[in-house]
């Protein structure tokens, strides 16, 4: 007789190569993402230069943040889909809203196999879509998103600076200051950005890497004494 | 109604004394009962076209397709039993994707036409399935050759074609093919010329009223897999049809004479 | 009857390339009774003719809902039919779990097609002997579609399956400009008329609530797929005994035709506003 052995098993516990936050904001023509170029191994800088966003098809960008290596599979994942779609032919569209779902599905199934894809995805699309799924499958539309340590420290912002009819520029020099300061305060932040928008009709553009200009240092003595308190 | 190979030709598992396979032979016989199907390998893409045979009316204007996209960059066109050809076409999607899964590139269609047609020589060797009645056009773009078209037959063969035709007009078709210069035939070329092959290979009198199904992955539509705008189609199916007459025209004071030679033919004896 | 030597399993090819078994089971869906698609340019309906095997069972179910944009007749062996039918309402729920939208009819039709054409390739299963006429409604429009045994599926603007179907196909073929271009209540009409033309040979039978049952969807007001039975079905069938021959005798662009019929006078408050 042939017994079948339990042998116990660990899946991975914790991401090793990371991404930090991702932002994006719902502007009146159209979304807007952002978030640095940092892979870091730990605490050390390791990747500094990698981009984290993804375009699947004319309209959508993903973005996102937490362990990279998943995060390829994940772009590839949406490719495949995209191509799958591709092939069918049949008049039905993939929507952004679409692919929000499948992600927060897909993620969502992972982790109930409690071998999860330890990342946070932004979506943005044409038609203003905006949402986020998190490695739990947590799916969220929203006019504003902050992943990672960015639900803390942007967030906050970003709700006071929004508002109705807020342009695509404007809401661009706003996630540009939130990453600033998201440089300053978190420690897995890198001043080197990109930024990505979809315009209602489905124009994408995402930038190359660029530097954030117009950073303050002069009061970080101040910050770390009143920490100290 | 009893077969050639009668007694030897019942299953795939059997040779016949003269070591003839007759149930793949058979196979072949549904391919070659189809619309004809063609695919040409031109200087700047691949063009397939199928000869969609439209059996009544109640039909939906370019519905039950024949030409399939696989990948972004290969498409395929069904010569026989549709619905075999349909279970080729989701085979070599996945077989497409694994591909890309494995190694982060595009399937070479001569690899997919090979995986193919090891896919179709299994359903060729046990007695519990059937091989496919249908052969498969695969056009592509290779990212080293350019574009390509392979054939796999319900054997299981698989082969490099510069221009191929199965299904009720291949007779005729073959020939015409044979006359291209594939040196200098660009895609907007062939799409005309195949129009005019396949209407002249019909019985007008005969067959089913058709429509012309036909996409291409071209220069023209960067490498990818596309339909041939219908508007190309419908006008190169109108210079056929007028072509034709012409041609009919000229010939048929001779047409004429040898149809009366045949009855009298046929009164002697 | 000549006995052919190919035609006992669907592993085995005739000398001309056909596969009779597969061909037998196209037969299955002939001995149903008829159902009849038709699809215009907003709608499309399914009228279905019920049997009931004895004075004490049912009339036996013709048309099954599968999501809510989407309606199934059926004819030939009603347990293949309840294999796929069932097969098609996952298929729809995971659609709609994965991607949070209605799945496009095309994509439903094409899963059964593969899924019928498996069982046409090896012995171990038989083709599923059943005939489907799929009605639905998507982003592209109003979708009407016939699956078969044999694994092919046909994108159609009408058709009729099941027994004495050939004379209800004829009358759609010879509508068919009329159809394309029909209202709602036109286009429940010309299913009526053409389910009629299958009755011609027995003269006792007739449509009634009992064994006509008639299944609508379409777009605007019409997107859920609605199945009319037993009362509900009264006023449609009320309204179409105003007769074929207005109907007939109306040109495609012509109007809506419940002209005077003084024996249905009274039926004629059952017709529906366009």
Redesign the interface.
């Known amino acids: 007789m042939h017994s079948v052995k339990l042998v116990p098993c660990e899946l991975t516990t914790e991401p090793i190569v990371t991404g930090s936050s991702v932002l994006g904001v719902q502007c009146a023509d159209g979304v807007v993402l952002a978030c640095d170029t940092l892979a870091s191994y730990g605490s050390l800088a390791r990747f500094q230069r990698v981009t984290r966003f993804h375009q699947p098809a004319a309209g959508v960008v993903i973005a996102g943040g937490g362990e990279y290596s998943d995060l390829q599979q994940l772009f590839r994942i949406t490719d495949n889909v995209y191509r799958q779609e591709f092939c069918h032919e049949d008049g039905w569209e993939l929507t952004p809203r679409a692919l929000h779902q499948y992600l927060s599905r897909l993620l969502y199934a992972r982790r109930s196999r409690l071998d999860p894809l330890y990342n946070t995805v932004a979506v943005a699309g044409k038609g203003r879509f905006l949402g986020m799924v998190d490695m739990y499958g947590t799916a969220i539309e929203t006019n504003l998103v902050a992943t990672g340590i960015g639900t803390l420290l942007a967030l906050p912002l970003l709700r006071k600076r929004w508002h109705e009819g807020l342009t695509m520029d404007d809401g661009l020099a706003c996630l540009e200051d939130c990453l600033r300061v998201l440089y300053y305060r978190d420690c897995r932040a890198l001043r080197t950005i990109q930024v990505a928008k979809v315009s209602d009709s489905g124009e994408t553009f995402i930038s190359e890497p660029y530097d954030l200009g117009n950073l303050q240092w002069k009061v970080a003595h101040a910050v770390t004494e009143k920490l100290m308190i | 109604?009893?077969?050639?190979g009668s007694g030897y030709?019942?299953?795939?598992t059997t040779f016949s004394p003269e070591g003839r396979v007759?149930?793949v032979e058979?196979?072949?016989?549904?391919?070659?009962?189809s619309g004809t199907v063609i695919g040409v390998r031109c200087v700047d893409g691949v063009v397939l076209a199928v000869e969609n045979l439209r059996s009544?009316?109640?039909?939906?204007p370019n519905?039950?397709r024949r030409v399939?996209?696989?990948?972004?960059h290969i498409g395929i066109a069904i010569a026989g039993?549709?619905?075999?050809g349909?279970?080729m076409v989701?085979r070599a999607?996945s077989e497409a994707?694994n591909f890309?899964?494995v190694y982060?590139e595009e399937i070479p269609p001569s690899l997919l036409a090979e995986r193919l047609a090891s896919y179709a020589h299994v359903?060729s060797l046990y007695?519990?399935?059937?091989?496919?009645?249908c052969a498969i056009l695969i056009g592509g773009w290779d990212e080293t050759s350019g574009p390509c078209l392979y054939i796999v037959e319900p054997d299981g063969s698989g082969y490099k074609y510069r221009a191929y035709a199965n299904g009720k007009g291949r007779t005729a078709v073959r020939t015409a093919l044979n006359k291209l210069n594939f040196d200098q035939l660009t895609c907007a070329d062939a799409v005309s010329e195949i129009a005019l092959m396949i209407h002249q290979s019909r019985d007008i009198a005969k067959d089913k009223p058709y429509e012309l199904e036909m996409a291409w992955i071209s220069e023209v539509c960067d490498r990818q897999?596309a339909?041939v705008p219908m508007s190309l189609i419908s006008s190169a199916r109108q210079r056929a049809e007028l072509e034709h007459q012409q041609m009919e025209g000229d010939a048929s004071p001779g047409a004429d004479a040898a149809e009366a030679a045949g009855t009298n033919v046929m009164e002697e004896s | 009857m000549f006995r052919s030597q190919y035609d006992t399993d669907v592993t085995t090819f005739s000398p001309q390339g056909r596969l009779l078994q597969v061909e037998y089971a196209m037969e299955a869906v002939k001995q149903g009774s008829a159902v009849v698609g038709v699809r215009s340019s907003t709608h499309v309906v399914l009228a279905t003719l019920k049997r009931s095997f004895s004075d004490l069972a049912w009339h036996q179910r013709k048309i099954v809902s599968i999501d809510e944009h989407i309606g199934v007749a059926i004819s030939g062996i009603a347990a293949d039919a309840r294999v796929l039918t069932k097969r098609m309402r996952d298929e729809c729920l995971q659609h709609r779990f994965v991607y949070g939208s209605a799945m496009p009819v095309s994509r439903l039709v094409n899963v059964i097609a593969d899924l019928c054409q498996k069982c046409t390739q090896r012995v171990s299963r038989r083709p599923y002997g059943v005939g489907m006429l799929i009605a639905g409604v998507d982003e592209t429009g109003p979708r009407l579609f016939q699956t078969c045994p044999s694994g092919e599926a046909y994108d159609l603007i009408g058709m009729a399956l099941g027994s004495r179907s050939q004379s209800a196909r004829t009358y759609l073929e010879r509508h068919d400009e009329e159809v394309s271009s029909a209202t709602r209540e036109e286009l429940i009409r010309h299913a009526v008329a053409a389910l009629r033309e299958t009755l011609a040979s027995t003269r006792d039978l007739t449509l009634t609530a009992e064994n006509c049952a008639i299944g609508v969807v379409g777009v605007g007001s019409d997107t859920r797929f609605h199945l009319y039975e037993y009362e509900e079905v009264q006023p449609l069938l009320d309204a179409c005994s105003l007769e074929s021959s207005p109907l007939q005798s109306a040109s495609a662009g012509g109007a809506d035709p419940p002209a005077a019929d003084p024996e249905a006078t009274d039926d004629a408050t059952m017709q529906d506003a366009p």
Not at chain 2, 1 to 4: E, L, N, P, S, T
Not at chain 2, 9 to 12: A, N
Request: net charge positive; glycine share 6%; no cysteine.
């Open positions: 109604m009893a077969g050639v030709d019942l299953s795939t007759y149930q058979y196979a072949v016989k549904a391919v070659e009962q009544t009316k109640l039909l939906q519905s039950l399939f996209a696989v990948d972004r039993i549709g619905p075999d349909r279970q989701s999607r994707q890309r899964n982060a359903y007695w519990h399935v059937r091989p496919f009645g897999f339909r």
